[in-house]
Nanobody, 114 residues
Framework: QVQLVESGGGLVQPGGSLRLSCAASGSISSIYVMAWYRQAPGKQRELVATIIVGGATDYADSVKGRFTISRDYVKKTVDLQMNSLKPEDTAVYYC????????WGQGTQVTVSS
């Protein structure tokens, strides 16, 4: 099994920055893909950013140029650096891992508001 725990959410003003972190534990050697999803009230969960073994990344069009996903194999974390935040970025952000297993974190709230 793999356990994922997110941290770093909070309240930020438009134009501000936040850094989310996802700590992985358990059988992490099989993880091939890690990603961040988000779900806003009344909306479906959507993919925000992915990173695969080898370091290739991909982003939703709505966050390209503003968000950066990174993975630290020593710390066993996946971070999401979010810059130039907009009110429409408000959502619960979830960490996701896939390999021989699939795992989700519990989510962390990000609120962008003045």
């Amino acid at each position: 099994q793999v356990q994922l725990v997110e941290s770093g959410g909070g309240l930020v003003q438009p134009g501000g920055s936040l850094r989310l972190s996802c700590a992985a534990s358990g059988s992490i050697s099989s993880i091939y893909v890690m990603a961040w999803y988000r779900q806003a009230p009344g909306k479906q969960r959507e993919l925000v950013a992915t990173i695969i073994v080898g370091g290739a990344t991909d982003y939703a069009d709505s966050v390209k140029g503003r968000f950066t996903i990174s993975r630290d194999y020593v710390k066993k974390t996946v971070d999401l650096q979010m810059n130039s935040l907009k009110p429409e970025d408000t959502a619960v952000y979830y960490c996701y891992a896939r390999g021989g297993i699939t795992a989700w974190g519990q989510g962390t709230q990000v609120t962008v508001s003045s």
